[in-house]
């Protein structure tokens, strides 16, 4: 920048960061959105924290209620012969993350309506920074709310692993996790286009992706043809992921991350792809 | 209320170490072409079309904006006056003709454009469940504004928009005319080149109107930023630009300074008739359409808000 006209402020600001005048997201761009959009959904849990309690609710009596009696009528076989209670605790956990997830995608149209989203695209943010970035804010906050379920589940006398690198390494895969469902959600949003619309698509997928995960009984106990839709479904490596790290059940952990990584960038993709349907 | 901050809010760029500051325009801005010929325009549309299905809402429109302007884009509802910005602010590609700012294109440097300009919607629009200072804090982020001097600058885009006592409110408490103000110290928080209003004061009362045009003023005389706005009305087309593009059913019909148009039409002329003489419509003739729209969305928003 050579020539700047009087009164005009320097052009430094034009020029720095990361290559400008490119769509190309770099790395630490991608990185630093990710902060902003996890740092504003912390501020926002902050000033309004009554949704984390009213989303505890229903994991809660999934546990207590559904939990407890399983247990007690050893109805389901369970690996090692491990508390049925304890086998449910990581998927009730993985159910919990998924309901903040699918319905994460409403905050989005939200903010399309209050003309958020159009001021947010006008910064240098690529698409898929934007939608990275909100994606890992859903997972924050899908593992706030995780944490309940598991001092939840410890109350109620489930033996968890207290090894911090395992209970970090849960901590990624519920990030992972969201971060995929929460993409569905604003992809959904993209289509959709409404909130009502959204909320309605939400709630018919979520049940079917519930009940059709090993999060409440081993794939094996399954019939042939729900064994096969539960391959597919990542809320079953989720699930597997989290068994294997907090309650010690042999599981294939490389493959259930792989998996959900493979899940989450697929998601960023289609839904950074969707996002100015929102915009116009 | 102290003035300088609002001065280093807007004059000041990021991390500007080495950068020597550049004089401020007082009043008048130096007019086009004289003298300024090495400048590249702030602005430059060439042929812009955009349409909607069927309609053509932006008809080959073309403008020129020198640096250091404040320039009105004036026209009734449906004129085709918010597309235009939209485009302008890389969230439409135009469909023909190309715009640049500050000599980078829109539509294959976006990313350069963004972090040149600074952005207010006609609707309201900030996050009602933040305070007023994390939304500001976020477009400071959100700029890359580095984070020594971050809290500082927001506190000043703040000050300078007179926010500093509300600052720490959620913004769903506020009014209208603050909310605008707020958006005002969002879209300055990252000292932009160029600052783009849609209708800044559409939909506020009139003493939340002079209390925004008051501020705005106050930056432009300090800062000496290109302005662009947009507005369907007369007075505010007359008081606060130096020159005006008169659109009409996405055509500009005529620019020139409000004198210079009013002159054309003899001693007595408002820039009423002026526009009435160019276009055959009024500035208050809504076209139904968008007016109507434009009327269910502010509502839409105004609830959104809370
Ligand atoms: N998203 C949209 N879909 C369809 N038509 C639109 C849309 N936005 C604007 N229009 C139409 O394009 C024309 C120009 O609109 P706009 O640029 O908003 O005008 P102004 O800002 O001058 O009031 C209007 O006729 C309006 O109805
Ligand atoms: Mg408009």
Known sequence: ???????????????????????????????????????????????????????????????????????????????????????????????????????????????????????????????????????????????????????????????????????????CVVVLGSAFFSCLSMSIAGVALSRDRLMGIGQAITMPLFFSSNALYPTRLMPGWLQAISKVNPLSYEVDALRGLLIGVPTNLGLDVSVLVAAAVAGVVVASALLPRLAK | MSLEPGAAVTGQPAGGAGVTAQPTVTGQPPPAGTGLAVAEPAVSCAGVTYRFGDHVAVNLVDLTIQPGETF?????????????IRMLVTLLKPMAGRISVFGANTATQPMRV????????????????????????????????????????VEEALAAMGLTEPAGRLVKTYSGGMVRRLELAQALVN????????????????????????????????????????????????????????????????????????????????????????????????????????????????????
């Open chain 2, 191 to 306: 000292a932009p080149r160029l600052l783009v209003l849609d209708e800044p004061t559409v939909g506020l009362d009139p003493i939340a109107r002079s209390d925004v045009w008051e501020h705005i003023t106050r930056l432009r005389e300090r800062a000496g930023m290109t302005v662009l706005m947009t507005t369907h009305h007369m007075e505010e087309a007359d008081l606060y630009c130096d020159r005006v593009s008169l659109m009409h059913s996405g055509r500009v019909q005529a620019t020139d300074s409000p004198a210079n148009l009013k002159a054309l039409l003899g001693p007595v002329a408002s820039l009423d008739d002026v526009f009435r003489h160019f276009t055959g419509g009024t500035l208050d003739g809504d076209t139904a359409k968008g007016g109507i729209r434009d009327v269910r969305r502010a509502r839409r928003t105004a609830r959104r808000l809370g």
């Open chain 2, 114 to 153: 963004r972090r040149m300009i600074g952005y207010v919607p006609q609707l309201l629009s900030a996050d009602g469940s933040l305070t007023g200072r994390e939304n500001v804090e976020l477009f400071a982020r959100l700029f890359d504004v580095p984070r020594g001097g971050r809290a500082q600058r």
């Open chain 1, 1 to 171: 920048m050579t020539s700047v006209a009087p009164g005009a402020p320097p052009a430094v600001s034009a020029d720095q960061g990361w290559a400008p005048g490119s769509g190309r997201v770099g790395l630490r761009q991608l990185l630093s959105r990710m902060l902003t959009l996890c740092w504003v959904e912390l501020r926002k849990l902050r000033h309004d924290r009554t949704e984390l309690y009213t989303r505890a609710i229903q994991p809660a009596l999934w546990l207590l209620i559904f939990g407890e009696t399983f247990t007690r009528i050893h109805a389901i076989q369970t690996p090692n012969g491990i508390p049925y209670l304890a086998y449910l605790a990581p998927g009730i956990l993985a159910q919990s993350a998924l309901f903040v997830a699918i319905f994460y995608g409403i905050q989005i149209i939200w903010e399309r309506d209050a003309g958020v989203l159009a001021k947010l695209m006008v910064t240098p943010t690529p698409r898929s920074a934007l939608i990275t970035g909100k994606a890992f804010a859903a997972g924050l906050r899908s593992l706030v709310q995780g944490v309940v379920i598991v001092v939840l589940a410890a109350i109620l006398g489930v033996a968890m692993t207290g090894n911090p690198l395992k209970l970090l390494a849960a901590a």
């Open chain 2, 72 to 84: 009105g884009l004036l026209g009734p509802n449906g004129a085709g006056k918010t597309t235009t």
